[in-house]
Antibody, heavy 119, light 108 residues
């Protein structure tokens, strides 16, 4: 059974940093393309970015609002996905979901971790 | 960036009725790479449909997707009590991936 468990969320001040983690199990993590998707309270879904598998280059792509501030990385030896978030803004307040990518859509989701950016 | 517009915003139905949800793209979605998700309160979204019309694993056949190019539809043939939720479309034909704003299917 596929399991994705996010952690690392919490309250942070504007301008601060936070690192989210996603522990994966039940599938071949090293071959998977992984994504982060977020959802502001009471709002819709927003793609944050993705990281390809190392065999496909391990490259990353980001949505414009987070490009240059957020960095996605992976540790295939530990089946872990990370999201380093710097220069956080109040608009970054959201539930952050880790997902697997299936031909570009998202077939497995974690339960999410809540990030609140507030002074 | 492809903008997806979903309509209606809210759909009020009784169990057993047919639900028709629309998703319109601001430009053609490459290869009809359009997905639909269901999200219930307090839960993560669940993939229902990919490639505009293919059901994901374990999805009941009362859910069907259709359309191509810029106009897509999710149909629930007979709404069950567990189908009351918010539904999102998403395009994955180009970067950045984008979602529609959602359609809420509520009990009438």
């Amino acid at each position: 059974e596929v399991q994705l468990v996010e952690s690392g969320g919490g309250l942070v001040k504007p301008g601060g940093s936070l690192r989210l983690s996603c522990a994966a199990s039940g599938f071949s993590f090293s071959n998977a393309w992984m994504n982060w998707v977020r959802q502001a309270p009471g709002k819709g879904l927003e793609w944050v970015g993705r990281i390809k598998s190392k065999i496909n280059g391990g490259t990353t792509d980001y949505d414009a609002p987070v490009k240059g501030r957020f960095t996605i990385s992976r540790d295939d030896s530990k089946n872990m996905l990370f999201l380093q978030m710097n220069s956080l803004k109040t608009d970054d307040t959201a539930m952050y979901y880790c997902t697997t990518e299936f031909w570009g859509c998202y077939n497995n989701w974690g339960q999410g971790t809540l990030v609140t950016v507030s002074s | 960036e492809i903008v997806l517009t979903q309509s209606p915003g809210t759909l009020s139905l009784s169990p057993g009725e047919r639900a028709t949800l629309s998703c319109r793209a601001s430009q053609s979605v490459s290869n009809d790479y359009l997905a639909w998700y269901q999200q219930k309160p307090g839960q993560a979204p669940r993939l229902l449909i990919y490639g505009a019309s293919s059901r994901a694993t374990g999805i009941p056949d009362r859910f069907s997707g259709s359309g191509s190019g810029t106009d897509f539809t999710l149909t629930i043939s007979r709404v069950e009590p567990e189908d009351f939720a918010v539904y999102y479309c998403q395009q994955y034909g180009s970067l950045p991936r984008t979602f529609g704003q959602g359609t809420k299917v509520e009990i009438k």
